[in-house]
């Protein structure tokens, strides 16, 4: 919760954890057909967890949520495992570079720099994943990687720019009434 001092792990901390990777989950299952792929919540959400949370606890938020709806729609373990490590990274950075001060006039921009950094680590580890599984794993030619890899860059940017405008705003509307009921500490 106050990413200046050790991560308190006590019984609101893990409840708020499960809460958020809950959420991340559910809104993973919320996808919009777009350009043959999907437009999703996830990446929002994953970026709210480590706004809300901080590095550790929401990177875990992000991370049990989106391995949790890979595990419920048949991805391998492998594939879990990436997902969990990916989005963990994604909620993490962004918490890291949350603003220290909650009363700067820069909190608004800075959040937003935030989001942007936590969702572009986030494409350019699904972009890798793409490339690895498409050249390494399946051994598919350079030129029928690069157009599945195209297929996907394309939501995946759309995906990280809706994270972009969202997560910021649902921080700014959450965190007030978090931080009256004791959950948000900073």
């Known amino acids: ?20 990777a809950a959420l991340v989950c559910a809104v993973t299952w919320l996808r919009i057909p777009f350009l043959g792929s ?14 809300l949370l901080g590095p550790v606890p929401g990177g875990l938020a992000a991370g049990i949520g989106s391995a949790l709806y890979d ?21 993490w950075i962004c918490a890291k570079l949350m603003p ?6 820069l909190n608004l921009h800075r959040t937003v720099l935030a989001s942007i950094a936590g969702a572009l680590s986030y494409v350019f ?20 990687v690069g157009v599945t890899m195209w297929s996907k860059f394309i939501p995946s940017l ?21 931080q009256a009921m004791g959950i948000k500490r900073n």
């Open 71 to 91: 595990a419920y729609t048949g991805y391998d373990i492998a594939g879990i495992l990436i997902t969990f490590v990916s989005k963990f990274a994604m909620a």
């Open 100 to 105: 220290e001060k909650e009363d700067s006039r």
């Open 1 to 20: 919760m106050n990413k200046n001092n050790s991560t308190k792990w006590d019984i609101p901390t893990i409840c708020f954890i499960g809460v958020m």
């Open 125 to 144: 580890l699904y972009m890798l994943k793409t490339y690895v599984y498409q050249r390494l794993v399946y051994g598919f030619p350079l030129d029928a």
């Open 158 to 178: 759309i995906n990280a720019l809706f994270a972009v405008i969202a997560a910021p705003i649902l921080y700014h509307a959450l965190k007030p009434a978090l």
């Open 38 to 51: 999907k437009v999703h919540f996830a990446n929002a959400f994953c970026l709210l967890s480590g706004m």
